[in-house]
């Protein structure tokens, strides 16, 4: 397992990350795995025997089951608490109070505290907001969060699926208050869904942030269980959550143009779908789920797989994200300064 600093931190994650989304079986999240204790035990502690450190929940996965049974297994297995770097979230419904959502001090400082009493721990590593409150202003958000990073209860804090321009305005307001920094960005990302390289990219790269991957498989699409001749395989969670949304003839072209080389390397079309990901710089970890441990296996070998510059070149064309503006005009406009100047 290779490790990669979260931005511009001193902190080491490792370049896979276990998502505890399956974890659970409460309400509509039981669609996503339903796993419970000795499951939830056995993935934990395979994944940290595998070398993985960063383990990702969220307070609305299973409404709290998900946070639950990871800190359960951590106690469980015995895992040094020093050595996991544990992450999860707020944002989402959690009752049907007036408070009971969003990113209001009043909200986040309660749902920290529910959130380490379900884990059982006395700080969270990493604490995000798992999403845009269009009513709340982000000065109150970000102001609790530091609050609760100076308390100690949280370590760093980090953001979920938001646009570039909120990213970029939630980090001017908290450097112009002296407010503790996001540290890290989680968003959707795979080789079926490259949109995130038109402008997050670019603003992870610039403001030295941390990018952890979600649905690196697109919802279990490039899983290897579909393909143009089975489009509803059984037993794929995709076949009951139809999700994220992709477009599904450029994904069987991406299926088409991974499925030789996961043949030429003896492994999985998921594993390439994985190995992918990990050669673009900005990515500090991928997150992946699972509901059976070969599964999770599968996933964690990816991160031994090393593609070669003509298998990425043909996945990158493949898979290329169609021209948009105004990204065409600022490469069209930067080509005068594309290449330094020559003296004769």
């Known amino acids: 397992m290779k490790y990669r600093l979260l931005g511009n931190t001193g902190l080491y994650v490792s370049e896979l990350c276990l998502g505890t989304m399956t974890f659970g079986a409460q309400g509509f999240w039981e669609v996503m795995g339903g796993l419970q204790q000795s499951a939830v035990n056995e993935l934990v502690k395979t994944s940290f025997d595998s070398g993985i450190n960063f383990f990702d929940t969220a307070n609305v996965y299973s409404m709290g089951q998900s946070e639950a049974l990871l800190g359960q297994a951590i106690k469980d297995c015995g895992l040094p608490r020093d050595q996991l770097v544990v992450a999860t979230k707020s944002t989402g419904i959690m009752d049907e109070t007036p408070n009971g959502r969003g990113q209001s001090r009043f909200h986040i400082f309660n749902e920290v505290d529910a959130s380490l009493k379900r884990l059982q721990l006395d700080h969270i590593d990493l604490y995000q907001v798992h999403g845009f409150d269009p009513l709340t202003p982000f000065e109150e958000s970000l102001s609790a969060l530091n609050d609760l990073v100076r308390m100690g209860k949280i370590r760093y804090i980090g953001l979920c699926n938001m646009a570039a321009w909120q990213v970029m305005k939630a980090i001017g307001i908290s450097r112009q208050k002296g407010f503790a920094e996001f540290a890290s960005v989680q968003s959707y990302y795979s080789i079926a869904g490259r949109d995130l390289e038109r402008e997050i990219f670019p603003l992870v790269q610039d403001q030295q942030l941390g990018l952890m991957v979600w649905s690196p498989l697109a919802g279990g699409y490039l899983s290897g269980k579909f393909n143009r001749d089975t489009t509803n395989p059984d037993g794929a969670r995709r076949s009951n959550f139809d999700f994220?949304?992709?477009?599904?003839?450029?994904?069987?072209?991406?299926?088409?143009?991974?499925?030789?080389?996961?043949?030429?390397?003896?492994?999985?079309?998921?594993?390439?779908?994985?190995?992918?990901?990990?050669?673009?710089?900005?990515?500090?970890?991928?997150?992946?789920?699972?509901?059976?441990?070969?599964?999770?296996?599968?996933?964690?070998?990816?991160?031994?797989?090393?593609?070669?510059?003509?298998?990425?070149?043909?996945?990158?064309?493949?898979?290329?994200?169609?021209?948009?503006?105004?990204?065409?005009?600022?490469?069209?406009?930067?080509?005068?300064?594309?290449?330094p100047p020559v003296k004769e």
């Open 244 to 339: 994220p949304p992709i477009n599904k003839d450029k994904a069987f072209a991406c299926i088409d143009a991974m499925t030789p080389i996961a043949k030429a390397h003896g492994v999985s079309v998921a594993q390439v779908a994985l190995a992918w990901i990990l050669s673009k710089k900005p990515v500090s970890s991928i997150i992946i789920g699972a509901r059976k441990l070969e599964q999770l296996k599968d996933n964690i070998a990816a991160s031994k797989l090393a593609l070669t510059e003509d298998e990425l070149k043909s996945l990158d064309e493949v898979s290329a994200l169609s021209s948009e503006y105004p990204g065409w005009m600022l490469a069209f406009q930067g080509q005068y300064r594309a290449t």
